[in-house]
């Protein structure tokens, strides 16, 4: 091979240099596929007047993108709704609901982070939240260290798979699939992944109850009628929240970027029913939610970038080709790919990692032939699931996954970050195993979708 045949080879290393440099992901994305664009044009395979097409492609693929817009009324209804109390109401009723099963308060907390997820779809918002609320009572009340900040961890990070994820909406664009399709699609892996939680963490509480220890017999209300009411308050706000988003999408009543809209609409209404918004809270939430967009659209723009100048150096080909002369099986392939995500999760975050594999990977994807094992029609759905759930493990893994700094930053002085390593690799290894049954199985990710839509 020539030096312009490894062109894209070296854009690709440098990227993975310079992503460790300090500076802002969206700068080093954009300032790499730059570099190279302009290397490229003096070596005679990027034309001048490609330099016009990237800014037609940000302009076209990013601010033209209607599916783009749903990101920000999303990431609105999360601030919002971590405003409203209902994720503290929600935590009270589900540790009276359990407190007489085995590890019933971290059961709580997981079932809480279910339910946020499906209401919130923003991870930091949802990790923070339960760190504060829940991590002190989980302490006093006996439990160990790990075991409680595995699960906030584990419980918090659903929400990047569970609908309605920001991430779901970005690989919807990327592969230009129906973000329903992949909402209706992630259910299911979702709870099935929350069900592995509950599992071990039942299971803890049951053989090791030194670790988790069950809650007294009179916590809280005990009258029948008092509870019925405190789960009557507790659980429709939330509930019908995700009934307004979620099943606005499945019954085809709205759009995924309508129905962002109406669940924006839903937890601001939510906000006022508490008496939790005031002229500063509305500030807050709306500063939080600008800057969060800003740095997410900033990062899009790069991406954009680089893809762009990427594909058009013969990085597409160059992988293909790569693969092809390995001579892998369809198998291999796959395992092989799914290796190098879970590994760029150690060190990059699952949105550097999604903008920078789905240009190189899926298209070798969509040539491979796994058989009857999986149809061609749904291939790239259920890829799309097996990365969402891969990368669901960078946010736990360290030693740059970030919610392990949501929780040491919001966690009493006490808990060292040791703690935190500890408590996640259980749950760690029950995503690989979720991830592996989504490969062997996979009407988990496809039946709902299948039966649903068609």
Not at 19 to 37: E, N, Q, Y
Request: with cysteine; net charge neutral.
């Amino acid at each position: 091979m020539t030096l312009v045949d490894l062109l894209p080879a070296f854009m690709f290393m440098a990227l993975a240099v310079l992503l460790f440099s300090g500076f802002p992901v969206g700068f080093v994305l954009g300032g790499v596929g730059l570099l190279f664009a302009g290397v490229g044009n003096l070596l005679g395979v990027f034309s001048t007047k490609e330099f016009f097409n990237i800014l037609v492609r940000l302009y076209g693929g990013v601010g033209e993108n209607l599916v783009l817009t749903a990101i920000p009324m999303f990431i609105l209804m999360g601030t919002m709704l971590e405003r409203s109390n209902v994720a503290r109401d929600l935590l009270y009723c589900l540790q009276v609901l359990l407190r007489r099963v085995p590890g019933g308060l971290a059961l709580a907390v997981t079932i809480m982070g279910t339910i946020m997820a499906a209401t919130t779809g923003i991870v930091g918002a949802t990790v923070v939240m339960m760190t504060l609320m829940a991590l002190p009572v989980m302490l006093n009340r006996g439990y160990s260290a790990p075991l409680a900040t595995g699960t906030i961890g584990a419980a918090g990070t659903l929400g990047i798979l569970i609908p309605p994820s920001i991430m779901l909406v970005i690989m919807a664009d990327l592969l230009s699939t129906s973000v329903g399709t992949l909402f209706v699609a992630a259910l299911l892996p979702g709870l099935m992944l929350s069900g592995l939680f509950l599992i071990y963490i039942f299971s803890i509480g049951a053989f090791k109850p030194a670790q988790a220890p069950m809650m007294l017999r009179d916590e809280g209300p005990t009258a029948l009628g008092d509870i019925a009411l405190l789960v009557l308050k507790s659980f429709l706000p939330p509930l019908l929240l995700m009934f307004l988003v979620l099943g606005s999408i499945g019954f085809g009543w709205a759009t995924p970027t309508e129905a962002a809209g109406v669940g924006a609409f839903g937890a601001t209404l939510l906000a006022i029913l508490n008496k939790r918004l005031n002229l500063a809270v509305l500030t807050g939430v709306l500063h939080r939610s600008m800057l969060t967009n800003a740095m997410l659209f900033l990062i899009f723009l790069g991406a954009t970038a680089f893809a762009y100048v990427f594909r058009s150096l013969g990085g597409d080909f160059l992988f293909e080709d790569f693969v092809g002369s390995a001579e892998l099986g369809a198998w291999s392939t796959l395992f092989i790919i799914m290796a190098i995500i879970f590994i760029l999760g150690f060190f990059l975050e699952w949105i550097e990692i999604t903008l920078i594999v789905f240009p190189i990977f899926a298209p070798i994807i969509a040539q491979l032939d796994f058989g009857n094992h999986v149809p061609q029609a749904n291939m790239m759905h259920w890829f799309a699931l097996l990365v969402a759930i891969n990368l669901q493990t960078s946010f736990l893994t360290p030693p740059f996954g970030i919610t392990l700094f949501y929780m040491k930053g919001c966690a009493p002085s006490n808990i060292a970050i040791t703690d935190v390593y500890k408590g996640i690799i259980p749950f760690v290894l029950l995503q690989i195993i979720g991830l592996l049954l989504v490969i062997a199985l996979p009407d988990i990710a496809l039946w709902l979708p299948n039966t649903i839509l068609d």
